[in-house]
């Protein structure tokens, strides 16, 4: 074989090889997460592992649309994760645990089932046995029925109830805020000598005098990132995804005994007087922390800390009352 | 304008002759065409980041249709990666001469199958599907890496580039619109080649192969089949081969006559009307439909996509030159008129191209620098912003486009009507309506 055939078999064999097993190598040690609608599969790998005190690296890149990036009860600006790009971060986890990481763009009508899941390794003695949340302490039954048997008229006035409730020495604790529903320390008025209007008013200053201009700016934002697109935005359940919520929930293989449990499908209105006013915020705070078990509404308890439901559940109630949102 | 021999040029002369800079452009082009395949595997699987899509459907795209089909024919076909391996394959060598047997079975493609009826089938196979192939990567690399096989897979049963002269779905309509290009190769002396013993140029030699396209050089009287891959130069004992430049399309002075080619023409003249409604234009349920592979609304559109190409466009045409008393038949008339959509459909394709490349370049920034989507930033230009190009222009460029190729096709038309003893004006009325679609399409 003449040398000119020979060199040019090798070239185009060494170059063959090289553009096909260059990028396979370069590719095989590029770990990227992958983010996909959940239909097609959500976050893939769903499990990460980390070890606390060592930073974590990480490459996002979504396959479909935009999603966000975010770890759960973790104090951290959610990241965008664009189609075809590839997003660096890196974690630092203080504590061992099991951390829940979730998309933070309402990506499609699952999108909440975006999630996954940190293990976090290490040795660390300091963790404490975590207390009972709230609702679990008092006992309560969430999915009871728990509406208010008289609401208001208005919207109570906020400013009306406060020169009420001062002429009155009326106050409620933050324990007793916590503990009881608008409808039930409504109830406790009824001996006095004022009016339901007067009663609703004192209920709604007391509601806001147990939150703050600050938690409610923050349940705010949670509420708009997390909440709106099921519960619209001005809290009426009218969000972007609640008609493909019912539509779907006929198909869903959550809903096994027929079409009255479909409606469960549909989220919950925060508009709604009875149902709001007769709401303990312990009660809501199980709402979230547990979810809706099969409804569509998922479990935050991994996402949100304690503070961040709280102020969440302040916010939800300023769909009945007239303190600034 | 007289033609002009570029390979009188000593330069371009040698540059031709030898089989290394070719060899070295095509070990080029067959490492982008495997990056390709694989990036469409495992880059990622958005398109406008991914190489395949990108670098395939956007800058080849873009070279193909706006510089290098009509300013160099079938250019592209000189440097095509895709009949390489099989071409090695079959010869058993890269560069050597032929000097022993054929390896292989050789054999002769039969003749009912020596047409480009099949091109014409996998070009339509191709843009049923285009919505998805355009936009999702591992599909464009299965189709990629179909064409390759098929291709060394063909080589290895019949002789020369089967798979370029009859099924390649690009090389089709590459053929089509070569006959306006400004470039040629002919014979310089037809005696040379009547009296040429054993016609090394069609049978090889021991400096070289017989023409891989199956074409008699000394034949030749247009573009249509000579895919320029400049074998016959270095065959040739007598000197006899011109690569010329030539006023632009000299080949449409001699109409078809065949019915294939007749209707490539109308193929590539409706798919481009089609693209433009669907891939640029507003109605989202057309797309849908396009994209939805498989489902009820895809073969509506697929039977409308069909019923255009094979029925509403042929049938207006048909009526149009239909005359009972004329001496020439029907059937070739048809065909020999049917080489003023040429132009016509070359400028459509190059008007519906400029929106699209104009709109999309920018992803070749992008691309360039990260070609699987893996993060990198090879050439700083990973993050650069999509931004449509040169969008002022786009219009005026697309109107020029679109005039320029109904009076290049009226004047086609005209020439080719002389032929065939009849009127040009129902023929330049069809260009004008068709025209006037294509401009509401995509202005």
């Not at chain 1, 645990?97 to 999630?115: A, D, Q």
């Not at chain 1, 079409?259 to 149902?275: G, L």
């Not at chain 2, 990622?44 to 980041?49: D, L």
């Not at chain 2, 230009?381 to 190009?389: K, L």
């Amino acid at each position: 074989m003449k040398r000119a055939e020979l060199l040019s078999r090798l070239i185009v064999t060494v170059a063959v090889v090289g553009v096909v097993g260059t990028p396979l190598y370069l590719w095989s040690r590029t770990p990227i997460i992958h983010a996909r609608m959940a239909e097609n599969g959500g976050w893939t790998p769903d499990v990460i592992q980390a070890e606390a005190g060592k930073p974590l690296h990480l490459k996002l890149t979504s396959d479909d649309v935009m999603h966000g990036f975010a770890v759960g009860q973790m104090d951290m600006e959610a990241v965008s994760v664009e189609p075809g790009k590839v997003t660096d971060i890196t974690l630092n986890f203080e504590k061992p645990g099991i951390y829940t990481f979730y998309c933070t763009r309402w990506c499609g009508l699952n999108h909440w089932r975006m999630r996954g899941t940190i293990e976090v390794s290490g040795s660390n003695t300091d963790l404490k046995p975590a207390s009972p949340p709230l609702y679990v302490s008092l006992n309560l039954d969430i999915d009871a029925p728990h509406d208010a048997t008289v609401v208001p008229n208005g919207q109570p006035s906020v400013s009306n109830g406060q020169s009420l409730a001062m002429d009155n020495s009326i106050s409620l604790s933050h324990e007793e805020y916590l503990a009881s529903s608008p409808f039930e320390v409504f109830d406790g008025l009824k001996n006095s000598s004022l009016t339901e209007e007067e009663r609703w008013d004192i209920v709604a200053y007391l509601w806001q005098s147990n939150t703050t201009p600050d938690a409610l700016a923050n349940g705010k934002q949670l509420y708009a990132q997390n909440c709106a697109a099921c519960h619209g935005e001005n809290g009426a359940g009218d969000g972007v995804f609640a008609d493909d919520l019912a539509a779907t929930g006929e198909a869903s293989m959550q809903t096994m005994s027929g079409a009255e449990n479909m409606m469960m499908q549909t989220p919950v209105d925060f508009t709604d007087s009875a149902r709001m006013l007769g709401a303990t915020p312990a009660l809501l705070q199980g709402k979230i922390l547990r979810g809706g078990m099969g409804t569509g509404m998922p479990m935050w308890g991994s996402i949100f800390t304690e503070g961040q439901i709280w102020d969440l559940i302040a916010y939800l109630y300023s769909f009945q009352f007239e303190y600034p949102k | 304008m007289a033609k002009i021999e570029l390979n009188r040029n000593p330069f371009i002369e040698n540059a031709l002759k030898s089989r290394y800079p070719q060899l070295a452009v095509f070990i080029v082009m067959l490492v982008g065409y495997i990056f390709a395949i694989l990036a469409g595997l495992i880059g990622t699987p958005v398109g406008s980041h991914n190489f395949s899509i990108v670098f395939v459907w956007i800058a080849w795209w873009a070279v193909l249709i706006l510089v290098a089909v009509p300013f160099f024919g079938r250019g592209w076909c000189a440097v095509c990666p895709i009949p390489l391996p099989g071409e090695w394959l079959q010869r058993g060598a890269m560069l050597a001469p032929p000097n022993k047997r054929p390896k292989w079975l050789n054999l002769r493609v039969p003749k009912m199958f020596r047409n480009i009826w099949l091109q014409n089938i996998s070009f339509l196979l191709l843009a049923l599907f285009s919505s998805v192939l355009l936009t999702t990567p591992n599909i464009t690399s299965i189709v990629l890496a179909a064409m390759l096989f098929a291709a060394i897979g063909l080589s290895t049963i019949f002789e020369r580039r089967a798979f370029c002269r009859y099924l390649c779905p690009v090389g089709g309509f590459i053929g089509l619109y070569s006959q306006t290009a400004p470039i040629e190769l002919r014979i310089r002396d037809k005696q040379a080649c009547v009296k040429c013993e054993g016609k090394p140029c069609y049978n090889g030699s021991e400096v070289g192969y017989g023409c891989p396209w199956d074409v008699f050089p000394g034949g030749l009287t247009k573009n249509t089949y000579c895919g320029l891959c400049m074998e016959c130069i270095r065959t040739c004992p007598h000197d006899n081969i011109a690569v010329n430049l030539r006023p632009f399309s000299a080949d449409l002075a001699k109409p078809t006559t065949r019915m294939d080619e007749a209707f490539k023409s109308f193929i590539m003249l409706g798919s481009a009307m089609i693209y433009a409604g669907v891939l640029l234009g507003p109605w989202g349920m057309l797309k849908d439909a396009a994209y939805n592979v498989g489902s009820n609304s895809w073969f509506v559109y697929a039977g409308v996509f069909l019923a255009i190409i094979f029925g509403v466009l042929p049938g207006l045409f048909s009526l149009g030159i239909y005359q009972r008393q004329n001496n020439i038949a029907f059937k070739q008339r048809f065909a020999s008129l049917s080489t003023a959509l040429i132009p016509l459909g070359m400028m459509f394709w190059v008007a519906f191209s400029l929106s699209f490349v104009l709109t999309n370049a920018s992803y070749i920034l992008t691309a360039l620098s990260d070609p699987l989507g893996l993060g990198w930033n090879l050439f700083s230009t990973a993050n650069t912003a999509w931004q449509p190009m040169l969008t002022s222009i786009l219009a005026p460029a697309q109107t020029l486009a679109l005039v320029g190729g109904l009076i290049w096709s009226a004047r086609t038309a005209q020439k080719a009507a002389n032929e065939s003893w009849t009127s040009s004006m129902p023929v330049i009325v069809y260009c004008f309506l068709l025209t006037s679609v294509m401009l509401w399409l995509l202005l």
